[in-house]
Structures are given as structure tokens and as C-alpha cells.
């Protein structure tokens, strides 16, 4: 933009609760973003993720707890004093304005001077590809082009953090990945701290410095990407998080995902081995997804696709581990006793 972007700041959330009538929806929830790095709020409905980005905006009020922006409470400060930009699933764009007039609006809002707003807002539009486009109406814009548009418009005003609420639900799959691409160029590019809600795993792990998985107001985990996927704390995060086998080993629970089990001969050689029968094929393209109903109830494997004519269906087969590639797993703290 025609100034730098100021870096993006810390959040900090202290003993967050939140509850609607009889019904508590986040319970002493205490986390820390770093400045300038992409976290992901992770969770099915219900979890919570919505609501603490309600709260961190300041479109809901907590009742208890603080959140802090960069060093300063914003626990008590109305919504248009937390210089916070928003991107919405359903864009949430002016359809009477032109995509200009829609990232100029909280330029005006802020009352930006013309001649400071105008190269922002072009700069803004280039930076989401949109130049040339500038005068068309919203109807007039593809999905994808209107999101570009809603962030644009989030960017312009040079957020502390930028809250993004399932952004891309809304797209086709093609499209989507693309669009996860250019958000996280943008972000690394801009240093601007985003927090992002999903409940789409694989999502969350293309795009996070930082993934938070929630469960009935809680943190059943956080960490970077790999941390989660490699060493998940308990059964919920590693079935939450991606494809995950749960097997028995030395009587406790262990995680063993697909791409880490073995079929057929080479199996044979790995000191942990399961048998049984082929009850699904799945051809992926590059690899097959094989499942095998065993003693201790369906194992899937993921495989070379060449390995396609050695399975079939009916068939009896080997499916062997090592022992380095067990996680160890743990119950959920919010499990239902």
C-alpha cells in the first residue's frame, strides 16, 4: 500500500467465559497469538470458534475474563475502536456499491482523507488481483471476486488482526484452494495477524502457523500444524484432526495413521502386525485408500496406487506398523464420563 502496513499485533485471551442463559459456551478460555502469525480456530458446531471471534471483535460482550490486542485491554471497547478487519462467509458487501465504493466504505467511516484513500484503495484492489474491476457492481462478480473484494475492503484500513469467519465455505473446491494460496501470500507478505475459523481440517492445516482445536468451549489442543497431526494429545484431536486408526498396544490406545501402515510383504517385516479382510478399495489418483476389517474393528491404509492389482476385494491381508509410529493417545478432558 502506499504506507507500509503497521505489523500485526498479539492477541491475548484471559480466562474468556461466555455464556447465552443456561448455556456456557466458553469456560475460562486463556490462549496467546503471536503478532503476525495465521492461527485457526478449528472445531465442529458448536465448539465455540464463532463465538470467540464475536468476542474478540467486540460484537458480543464477555462475561468474564480480558481480551488484549497488542498490549491493550479491549475487553470493554466498542467495536469501532479495535481497528479490526473482517471477512465474512457471505462477503457481506454494499450490492448498491461499486466494488470501489465497498473498500473505500471504512476508509470514509475512519474519514480518511480523499487523497490518502484513493492510492489505498487502488493499492488494495491490486493487491487481490481486482484491478480493472473497480466500477462493476457486486452481482456482477464471481464468488471468488466478491470474497477478494471483502478483503480488500478488511486490508484497506490497515487492521491490527484480521478475523476471518469460514471465508471460503461458500466455494467450489478449485477455487477455494486458490484462494487459501493467496490468503496465506498475503499474510506472509503482509505480517498481519489473522484468525481464522473452520471446522474443514484440511483447511486448517494448508493454512496455520498455529491450529487451536476446540471442543464444547474448550482447548483440547493447540500447536502448529505438524505438532498436531504427529503427536495429537488425545483420541479427539487425532480423529478430528485427519484420518487416524486407533489400535491397542501394550494395553493403551494408540493412533496409527493411514499413510503409516503397511500392506502385504511389507508388513511382514514390521515387529506390530494386524490381519484382515479387504471391505473397501478407494482409488485416489496417486494412492489407494485400502480398509481392512480386523479383530479390533476396520484399519485403513493409505498406499501406492500401483499397489491396486495386490488388494482386492475378499481377500485376506497382512497390515503391519512400527512401533515408532504409534501416538500415544489420551481421553478427551471434555469427555462425557
Known sequence: MSAPLSPGKAVVLERVRKSYGPVEVLRDFSLEITAGSFCTLLGASGSGKTTLLKLIAGFETLDGGAIQIGGRDVSHVPVNRRNIGMVFQNYALFPHMSVRDNVAFGLEMRRVP??????????????????????????????????????????????????????LGALDKTLRASLQRQIKQLQARLGVTIIFVTHDQEEALHMSDLIVVLEKGRIEQAGTPQELYRRPANRFVASFLGECNILTLDGTPHGIRPEKLRLGAMASTLPHRREGVVSELTFLGPHLRVTADTAEGPLTALTDADHATACRLGERILLGFSGEDAMPLADSPNATP
Open 114 to 167: 480523499k487523497a490518502e484513500a484513493a492510492p489505498r484503495i487502488t493499492e488494495a484492489l491490486a493487491m487481490v488481483g481486482l484491478e480493472g474491476l473497480e466500477r462493476r457492481a457486486p452481482r456482477e462478480l464471481s464468488g471468488g471476486q466478491q470474497q477478494r473484494v471483502a478483503l480488500a475492503r478488511a486490508l484497506v484500513i490497515r487492521p491490527d488482526i484480521l478475523l476471518m469467519d469460514e471465508p
